[in-house]
């Protein structure tokens, strides 16, 4: 999520570049998965994500329809929904799943 060439935060800016540049590699099919915040354990501490971590159950029960693509996500969640993007027979081109679709 918030991959924006234009971002004024780093991580974001890098992230927009990045997935043009992957699209313009031709590769056959190209899947990018696009998560909200990744939950579970981690060995480093990172203070925005675990603050994000805290404060998200409280909003999650508002954050509906547009917003519903940045509920937290746990990462084992993505882990399987890659396993399974990667496994299914869809046309070339490129797809983008947002984190709402990761389930």
């Not at 940045?70 to 969640?77: D, H």
């Not at 882990?79 to 990761?102: Q, T």
Request: charged letters at 30%; a neutral charge.
């Amino acid at each position: 999520m918030g991959a924006d060439k234009d971002a004024k935060v780093c991580y974001s800016r890098v992230k927009g570049e990045m997935e043009p540049a992957v699209e313009n590699v031709d590769y056959p099919c190209l899947r990018i998965i696009r998560p909200s915040l990744l939950l579970g354990p981690r060995e480093e501490i990172r203070l925005g994500e675990k603050i994000g971590s805290i404060l998200t159950p409280v909003l999650q029960p508002f954050m509906l329809g547009s917003l519903k693509k940045y509920r937290p996500v746990q990462a084992e969640s993505v882990a399987r929904f890659m396993v399974k993007v990667a496994h299914e027979k869809i046309a070339s081109d490129v797809h983008v799943y947002e984190s709402d679709m990761i389930g």
